[in-house]
Every structure is written in C-alpha cells, then in structure tokens.
C-alpha cells in the first residue's frame, strides 16, 4: 500500500499542488479514486478568493482540537449564543455533507462544510474554547471535534502551510 501510495502522490504531484495532496493523504484513505476526487475538490476550491481563509480557519480548528478524540458533546449544555450558533450551523450541513462525502461527491461536501467557517471564526473569538470548567471545555472540544472530524473525511487542513 506504500508503494501504491508514493506512486499516486508522485503522479499526482504532476499535475496537483502537493500541499493539497498531502493533506487528502493525510486522511488515511487508501482507495485511490476517492482520493483523487479529493485533490480535485480541493483545487476546484483553492482556486477562489475563499480559500485561504477557509483553510486558516480549519487549520486552527484541527489543531485545537488534535488531542481530544470525542465527537460527543451535549447541544444543551452550549450556553455561549456563538457555539449555539455553531451548533445550529452544523446541525442544519452535517448530515448532508456526510452522505455527500460517503457518495464521493466531495465539492458538494465541502461547500457545505464551508458555510461553518463564519460560525466557527464566531466562536472562536467570543468564546474561550479551553474554559477552567473540564465538563466546559470537553464539551466545546466535542462540538469542534465533531466539525472538525467532517472535514478530516476530505482533507487534513494540518497538513497544509498557512
């Protein structure tokens, strides 16, 4: 699989940026359809003016994320308006953008996701994500985790510069 994998990059890297395609290898998909429907979703993207501040936002949200593994957070006990927002936003995509990526119809899947960067940017500055209060701040970490584990299903933003 590592050959099969270096191969792919390297033809890839042919034609694609290698940040892009680092990140999407990045994943832990080996199927090498998929990722190449990936790669294209993310230049097809990469290629607007929204880009690099969407993929700032998501950096900063894998990476504060990175050690908290759980996706399970109570919607109830999200008492600040940004992550209820948050909350709100990703709710109203989630399930969408998941079966958009199951079907490997990853522009609609990003797109989608991509309209939780405003709430995101939001909570991230109204809100103290790593609050004293433990149950607080796992579940902040929950809800981010779960936005941030629907994008991981396209492409680890870490694995791109900034």
Do not use: C, W
């Amino acid at each position: 699989m590592d050959f099969t994998l270096a191969r792919f990059k390297a033809r890839q890297a042919e034609a694609s940026s290698v940040e892009l395609i680092d990140a999407v290898l990045a994943t832990g998909v080996t199927d090498v359809v998929g990722l190449a429907a990936r790669i294209q979703a993310l230049e097809a993207l990469a290629g607007t003016p929204d880009f690099d501040p969407l993929k700032s936002t998501f950096k900063r949200l894998m990476n504060i994320t990175g050690d908290h593994a759980s996706t399970a957070y109570d919607p109830t006990a999200l008492v600040e308006s940004a992550e209820q927002a948050l909350h709100g936003a990703f709710s109203a995509v989630a399930s969408d953008a998941r079966a958009a990526s199951l079907a490997g119809d990853f522009p609609l899947a990003l797109r989608r996701l991509s309209t939780l960067k405003a709430p995101v940017d939001r909570l991230f500055d109204e809100v103290m994500v790593m609050a004293d209060d433990p149950d607080i701040r796992a579940n902040r970490l929950g809800l981010l985790r779960a936005v941030a584990d629907e994008f991981g299903r396209i492409a680890d933003f870490k694995a791109m510069s900034s």
